[in-house]
Each structure stands twice: as structure tokens, then as C-alpha cells.
């Protein structure tokens, strides 16, 4: 069974840095590529970034682009975001996201990120 | 940047209605870059459709998926109880990678 476990988020100042770490386990983590997905307060879905599997492209919302880094570490199983420069607006609900066939085929329950002062 | 626009905002209905959900795209899509998910509140999107008709594993024949260009339609044949829930539409891309819709809310009637 695909499963993918996030961790890290929390109340974070304007300004403020976090790591999001994502466990993946269940397929083989190094043949997909993978997502950042988040979801405002009572808002829609948006991405925020892709890698792929081997970690070599790299894709980013252009909200978050200079601020955020995604990476990943095929040897843990593990997908992280580096979150920097926090604004209010990038409050949400942050996802892992596996996709496959162009599509997202599987995300993990979330973890949320609050930035308040 | 392509924009998906999703129709109604809020469908209500009641238990065994049909319901049909449309999602607009602002320029042609490929076929094969075009899915569905439902989100229940507090869980996580789970994929239904993928390649605008294709359904995912586990997914039961009342969820069917068509359309091709710019117009793609989700339709459920029979609503369940636990079909009301929002239903997003998604594209993939190159910049952004994924682009979502706003989401139909189909709620009961």
C-alpha cells in the first residue's frame, strides 16, 4: 500500500523558515516523480512544486519561486520542502504528492503550516 | 498559464440523482493530461479519473469521465451518500505542472 507521511509544519512568524519531510513507502520512491501540494483555508487546491525522480527537474509555482526548495533523498525514501521568507499567504494545508500518468495518483494526509505573527 | 474554470459552483441533489460536473479549460487540453479527484472535508483529494475517462483503481462504474479540447465532464450515474463531497478538476501542464479548478461542491438536496 502507497503510503506517504508528513511531518514538520507548525506556527511559524512572517519572515519565518520550516522543512516539510515526507516518508513514502509502498513503491519503489526512486521512479516517481514528485509534488508539493497545498491548500489555503476554505480554498481550492495549488501546487507548489515538482521533482522528478531522479531529483535533476526541478518546477516551481512562481508564488513561492526563490522561497521555497524542494529536494529529495532517494536513499531515505524521503521528499522535503525548505520553506523560507514565510508570508501570511502561504498558510495552508501542504501536501505530498506522487504522480503518475499525469496525474496525481496519491497524497498524504497533510500537514499544516500556520504563518501569524 | 492555462485556467480551468469548474460548473456549478454548487450542484444539489439528492440520493440516486445522476450528476454532471464540467470543467472548462481556458485553451485546448490533451485528453491524457485531464483528471478528476473527490475531497471529503478534513481528508485528503483521492484520484477518480485520469486521462479524462479512465478510472483509477478502486473506483467504482457510477464515476465516468469524457471530453476532449477544452470542455471535460465528470458524471455520476447514481449518487451514494457518500458521493456528496467537492470534485476538482486538474490539468497537467509545464508551468505550472498541475492546475487545478476551484472545485463543485455537490451537496444534498
Known amino acids: 500500500e502507497v503510503q506517504l507521511v508528513e511531518s514538520g509544519g507548525g506556527l511559524v512568524q512572517p519572515g519565518g523558515s520550516l522543512r516539510l519531510s515526507c516518508a513514502a513507502s509502498?513503491?519503489?520512491?526512486?521512479?516517481?516523480?514528485m509534488n508539493w501540494v497545498r491548500q489555503g483555508p476554505g480554498k481550492g487546491l495549488e501546487w507548489v512544486s515538482y521533482?522528478?525522480?531522479?531529483?535533476?527537474?526541478?518546477y516551481y509555482a512562481d508564488s513561492v519561486k526563490g522561497r521555497l526548495t524542494i529536494s529529495r533523498d532517494n536513499a531515505k525514501n524521503s521528499l522535503y520542502l525548505q520553506m523560507n521568507s514565510l508570508r501570511d499567504e502561504d498558510t495552508a494545508v501542504y501536501y505530498c504528492?506522487?504522480?503518475?500518468?499525469?496525474?496525481?495518483?496519491?497524497w498524504g494526509q497533510g500537514t499544516l503550516v500556520t504563518v501569524s505573527s | 498559464e492555462i485556467v480551468l474554470t469548474q460548473s456549478p459552483g454548487t450542484l444539489s441533489l439528492s440520493p440516486g440523482e445522476r450528476a454532471t460536473l464540467s470543467c472548462r479549460a481556458s485553451q485546448s487540453v490533451s485528453s491524457t493530461y485531464l483528471a478528476w479527484f473527490q475531497q471529503k472535508p478534513g481528508q485528503a483529494p483521492r484520484l477518480l479519473i485520469y486521462g479524462a475517462s479512465s478510472r483509477a483503481t478502486g473506483i467504482p462504474d457510477r464515476f465516468s469521465g469524457s471530453g476532449s479540447g477544452t470542455d471535460f465532464t465528470l458524471t455520476i450515474s447514481r449518487l451514494e451518500p457518500e458521493d456528496f463531497a467537492v470534485y476538482f478538476c486538474?490539468?497537467?501542464?509545464?508551468?505550472?505542472?498541475?492546475?487545478f479548478g476551484p472545485g463543485t461542491k455537490v451537496d444534498i438536496k
Open positions: 486538474q490539468q497537467f501542464g509545464t508551468s505550472p505542472v498541475f492546475t
Open positions: 504528492a506522487r504522480d503518475h500518468l499525469w496525474a496525481i495518483d496519491h
Open positions: 509502498g513503491f519503489t520512491f526512486s521512479d516517481y516523480s
Open positions: 521533482i522528478g525522480s531522479s531529483g535533476s527537474a526541478i
